[in-house]
Nanobody, 129 residues
Framework: QAQLVESGGGLVQAGGSPRLSCATS????????RGWFRQAPGKEREFVAA????????YYAESVRGRFTISRDNAKNTAYLQMNSLKPEDTAVYYC??????????????????????WGQGTQVTVSS
């Protein structure tokens, strides 16, 4: 079974710069795009960033643009989310998701949860002020 495993979360001070990783395990699958979403307590899950595996086109939510950077390592089949200048409002569970070709992924789909086929269990990021 295909699995995504997030790591790199934890307790961070405001202004900190942790990096989240999203690795694959289990059955090998193609990655057409990888996305990061987050869910804060009492709120719905929201889009954070995404990257197309071929070409490396990136997309960001306005709330993180300029502070977060999504990247990928093709050889390791791993995606990263570099988070800089963290704020307390960035506190959330961060989820990695992959489009493995099972769902449509058109130019306007990068922020839609339905565009992703597999999801990780999430990693908690808590930003203290």
């Amino acid at each position: 079974q295909a699995q995504l495993v997030e790591s790199g979360g934890g307790l961070v001070q405001a202004g900190g710069s942790p990096r989240l990783s999203c690795a694959t395990s289990g059955r090998t699958f193609s990655s057409y795009a990888r996305g990061w979403f987050r869910q804060a307590p009492g709120k719905e899950r929201e889009f954070v960033a995404a990257i197309r595996w071929s070409g490396g086109i990136t997309y960001y939510a306005e709330s993180v643009r300029g502070r977060f950077t999504i990247s990928r390592d093709n050889a390791k089949n791993t995606a990263y989310l570099q988070m800089n200048s963290l704020k307390p409002e960035d506190t959330a569970v961060y989820y990695c998701a992959v489009n493995a070709g099972l769902s449509a992924y058109n130019s306007g789909d990068y922020y839609r949860e339905r565009a992703y086929d597999y999801w990780g269990q999430g990693t908690q990021v808590t930003v203290s002020s």
